[in-house]
C-alpha cells in the first residue's frame, strides 16, 4: 500500500525504493501469496512523481529513470495476479503503477490520466507499452498527447480498468476478487498470466506450442490431480 496520504501518495525516491524491494522478494519469501492488491491510503490512489524529490536523486537522469522502472518490472514480472484498487487520483506514475497490474477496479470519482506531456516529458514507466494494449493505439495517444484526465466509468468503457464501484464499496469489491483469484488452481492461473502476458508477442504457432508446455506442466500439478479426482465418479458401493 502506498502511504504517503498527505501528499495524495504521491511517489518520492524512497517510494520507488521501497516499491522494487516489495515486489522483488524472492520466491521462498513468496510463497503462500496467491494475489497482491496494490492500493493508496487515504482518498488517493497516488497523484504521481513528488516533483519536491527529484532533487534528492543522485546520478544521471538514466539511473533515475533505471531506479524508478525498476519496482514498476517487477510488480509487471509478479507471476500472480495483482490488482490495482484506485480511487481518487490516478496520474501519471500513479496511472502507470496500475496499468503494471493485471486487473484495475476504479471508484466512480477516481480520476485517472498520463500528464507527462505538461512537463514536456512522455510516461517512461511502462504506460506508453501498456496503455495501448487496453484501450487501442489510437486512444492512447490521444490521452498521452493531450495529457488527458478520464474518470473511473470511462476508463471502464474505453478499456483501462475492469470495474467500477462506488468509493465506499471499493475495498469489499476488491477483497471480494481477490478471494477468488487466491482461491486454487493456483498452479493454472499462473501458467495462464504467463501465456496472455506473452499473447500479443508471439504467432499463433508460438502461442499454441506454449499453450502445450503450459498445459503440461497443469497437469503435472496436484491440484490437476485432485480435480479429476472429484470429477470421476465413485465406485464407493459397486
Request: hydrophobic fraction near 50%; proline fraction near 5%.
Amino acid at each position: 500500500m502506498l502511504n504517503r496520504p498527505d501528499v495524495l501518495n504521491a511517489m518520492s525516491v524512497e517510494v520507488f525504493g521501497a516499491l522494487a524491494v516489495a515486489a522483488g522478494r524472492d520466491r521462498r519469501s513468496r510463497d503462500g501469496i496467491e494475489v497482491v492488491v496494490v492500493s493508496g491510503r487515504g482518498r488517493s490512489f497516488s497523484s504521481g512523481i513528488d516533483l519536491a524529490s527529484l532533487g534528492e536523486v543522485a546520478g544521471t537522469p538514466a539511473d533515475m529513470i533505471a531506479r524508478a522502472q525498476a519496482g514498476f518490472r517487477k510488480v509487471a514480472a509478479l507471476p500472480m495476479p495483482t490488482i490495482a484498487a484506485v480511487q481518487g487520483h490516478a496520474y501519471g506514475a500513479g496511472f502507470q503503477l496500475a496499468l503494471m497490474c493485471d486487473l484495475r477496479v476504479v471508484t466512480e470519482d477516481a480520476s485517472l490520466g498520463l500528464l507527462e506531456m505538461r512537463y514536456g516529458l512522455i510516461p517512461d514507466l511502462g504506460g506508453s507499452t501498456r496503455l495501448p494494449l487496453l484501450v487501442g493505439p489510437a486512444r492512447a495517444k490521444r490521452m498521452v498527447w493531450l495529457a488527458e484526465r478520464i474518470d473511473g466509468a470511462e476508463a471502464v468503457r474505453v478499456g483501462a480498468a475492469e470495474l467500477l464501484v462506488p468509493a465506499a464499496e471499493l475495498d469489499v469489491t476488491v477483497d471480494g476478487l481477490a478471494s477468488r483469484l487466491a482461491a486454487p488452481p493456483h498452479v493454472a492461473k499462473r501458467e495462464a498470466k504467463k501465456l496472455l502476458d506473452r499473447a500479443h508477442l508471439v504467432s499463433q504457432s508460438e502461442g499454441m506450442d506454449a499453450e502445450a508446455a503450459a498445459q503440461l506442466t497443469c497437469m503435472a500439478s496436484p491440484e490437476f490431480a485432485e480435480a479429476l479426482g472429484r470429477s470421476l465418479p465413485s465406485k464407493a458401493g459397486r
